[in-house]
Nanobody
Framework: QVHLVESGGGLVQPGGSLRLSCKVS????????MGWYRQSPGKDREFVAA????????SYKNSLKDRFTISRDNAANALNLQMMRLTPDDTAVYYC????????????????????WGQGTQVTVSA
């Protein structure tokens, strides 16, 4: 089993930055790919970014890749998401996800491939 707990959400003004973290516990060594998803009220959950074991391969939603950076801190057993130049459209609950499977590139954004999910952290971008 793998347990995920997100933190770092909050209220930020447009143009501001936030850094989300996801603490990983349990069978940590079994985790291969990890990702971030988000869901806004009334919308489907959408892929944000993913990163494979070893941090050599990352994938982003195209519209976010210039502002968001995903990274893994293996020493801290954590997944991070640095978000910059935030807009009200970034307002959502952000979820951390993990799988023990080594996903191929074309599957990194497929939420059905992830076995473990956190409870989410709210990000609100508003003046």
């Amino acid at each position: 089993q793998v347990h995920l707990v997100e933190s770092g959400g909050g209220l930020v003004q447009p143009g501001g930055s936030l850094r989300l973290s996801c603490k990983v516990s349990g069978n940590i060594l079994s985790v291969d790919t990890m990702g971030w998803y988000r869901q806004s009220p009334g919308k489907d959950r959408e892929f944000v970014a993913a990163i494979k074991r070893g941090s050599h391969m990352t994938s982003y939603k195209n519209s976010l890749k210039d502002r968001f950076t995903i990274s893994r801190d293996n020493a801290a057993n954590a997944l991070n998401l640095q978000m910059m130049r935030l807009t009200p459209d970034d307002t959502a609950v952000y979820y951390c996800a993990a799988t023990t499977r080594g996903l191929i590139t074309s599957s990194l954004a497929d939420d059905e491939q992830y076995d473990y999910w956190g409870q989410g952290t709210q990000v609100t971008v508003s003046a």
